[in-house]
């Protein structure tokens, strides 16, 4: 299927909103299609088409401990609260979770805050893009990941 242009916009946009999950009622997907079609995209399947598109049309934004409202609430209420009800295992669901700020984050905060408890702690984490797992199986990240971390607070976990 080299050609994206003879795709079905109206299957494409029923497999994004139904297998995928994605809202795409505001979105021009043949825009996209031409799009991808001009940047020479390589799409060899549906599934190429449909992932490159779902990839322009998500949010990239991440960086480590980004809400960290989000992650206070999660060591001070959450955990406390699971460890009153009893857990002693918890699994966790990063979806989304782009290059991987926030799985990591979760990990370095919920880790450091589940030691006093000995709770063991799953942390399993999902994107639709690829390019991006391939970042955050890699784990590398450069300073802009950390814009609004205080470093010296979290030291012990930064490598």
């Known amino acids: 299927m080299?050609?994206?242009?003879?795709?079905?916009?109206?299957k494409l946009r029923e497999h994004l909103e139904q297998d995928i999950g994605l809202d795409v009622s505001n979105v021009d997907l043949q825009k996209i299609i031409d799009v991808l079609?001009?940047?020479?995209?390589?799409?060899e399947s549906f599934e190429d088409l449909a992932?490159?598109?779902?990839?322009?049309?998500?949010?990239h934004e991440t960086h480590f401990l980004r809400h960290t409202d989000h992650f206070t609430?999660?060591?001070e209420h959450w955990l406390p609260q699971q460890v009153a009800n009893g857990a002693i295992h918890l699994n966790i669901l990063s979806a989304g979770c782009s290059t991987g700020e926030e799985p990591y984050s979760l990990s370095a905060q919920l880790l450091q805050a589940a030691k006093p408890y000995l709770l063991n702690i799953n942390i399993d984490a999902c994107d639709i893009n690829s390019h991006s797992l391939q970042i955050a199986k890699q784990g590398k990240y450069g300073l802009w990941s950390l814009r609004g971390v205080d470093v010296g607070r979290e030291q012990e976990w930064l490598d």
């Open 2 to 10: 080299n050609n994206a242009a003879a795709v079905n916009s109206g």
């Open 73 to 75: 609430w999660l060591t």
């Open 37 to 43: 079609i001009a940047r020479e995209t390589s799409i």
């Open 51 to 59: 992932a490159a598109t779902a990839a322009m049309i998500t949010v």
